[in-house]
């Protein structure tokens, strides 16, 4: 009986520390959102039991921050399908849409849970190599997100070149997140970059990584070789996509192994104070 009770109970304290993550790394249909809904309402039919599912930045309509026509408000098509799809896969969705609100455009990430409740973050550093800075109203605070046992950071795309933006902390025994997040439109003329900085943000901030980017050539004839990866506190890639084709990245990452590995190594302790005014 004891050890009956034993198992039932590690398996309830597991319940927590387990999170099952799901990367669509897809092709975009260029500002042609109730292709990208259609595309995406498929995909996600191949995808159960996940908690959390990632897609990529400005998901249906792909990176086109400079047409207004494609911002929509907060009760628009693509916020009522990101809450109907929650609700039926029981996962988080994590994704970014352009939004127009009170006369200004936003690239705006959203946490959006399955009871139809959701978090935001405004993207903070905006492309201006692509005129997004021009068009795009800067958000001005991060956002950190809880699921089951974890604390999550999620941000967007250019905002990867920019580490302090995404420092975790320590104070009084506890980390600031435990997953980093982004969701991106890279270009695959910089992929090296994009891989490479993702695995820095792993290693400097003692956490998983997880970023997922879009595939295929946009309407601006820029192409996107997705190189979505999954990665573990110490560097170690432990799921990875096929460039430039579109595939579902999928992986279990422990909460319990990261907890683990952070007592271990303690790098923690002489983290430098890092203040963004």
Not at 28 to 47: D, G, M, R, T, V
Not at 96 to 111: A, Q, T, Y
Not at 180 to 188: E, Q
């Amino acid at each position: 009986m004891a050890v009956i009770i034993a198992i039932i109970y590690n398996s309830f304290r597991l319940m927590g520390k387990l999170l099952d993550i799901a990367l669509l790394q897809s092709d975009l249909h260029w500002e042609n959102p109730e292709a990208n809904l259609s595309a995406f309402e498929q995909k996600l039919k191949a995808i159960d039991g996940a908690d959390l599912i990632i897609l990529p930045e400005m998901f249906n309509t792909a990176f086109s921050p400079f047409n207004e026509a494609n911002a929509e408000p907060m009760d628009g098509m693509a916020v009522s399908w990101l809450k109907q799809k929650a609700a039926e896969t029981q996962a988080v969705i994590c994704t970014s849409v352009l939004i127009k609100e009170k006369g200004k455009l936003f690239n705006r990430l959203f946490w959006m849970k399955p009871d139809g409740s959701y978090s935001n973050y405004d993207k903070k550093h905006l492309f201006r190599m692509g005129r997004e800075d021009e068009y795009i109203t800067a958000g001005d605070g991060t956002l950190v997100a809880h699921l089951k046992d974890w604390n999550i950071m999620p941000l967007i795309c250019y905002d990867l070149r920019f580490p302090c933006w995404s420092r975790n902390t320590y104070r009084d025994g506890k980390f600031k997140y435990d997953l980093l997040i982004y969701t991106a439109n890279w270009p695959a003329v910089r992929a090296h970059v994009w891989k490479s900085l993702l695995l820095a943000r792993a290693l400097e901030n003692q956490c998983y990584v997880a970023g997922v980017n879009r595939v295929g050539t946009d309407g601006q004839g820029f192409g996107h070789s997705g190189d979505s990866l999954i990665i573990d506190p110490k560097g170690n890639v432990i799921a990875s996509s096929v460039p430039s084709e579109e595939k579902v990245l999928r992986a279990n990452i422990n909460l319990e192994e990261l907890q683990q590995f952070r007592d271990k190594f303690r790098v923690s302790l002489d983290w430098d104070s890092v203040s963004i005014s």
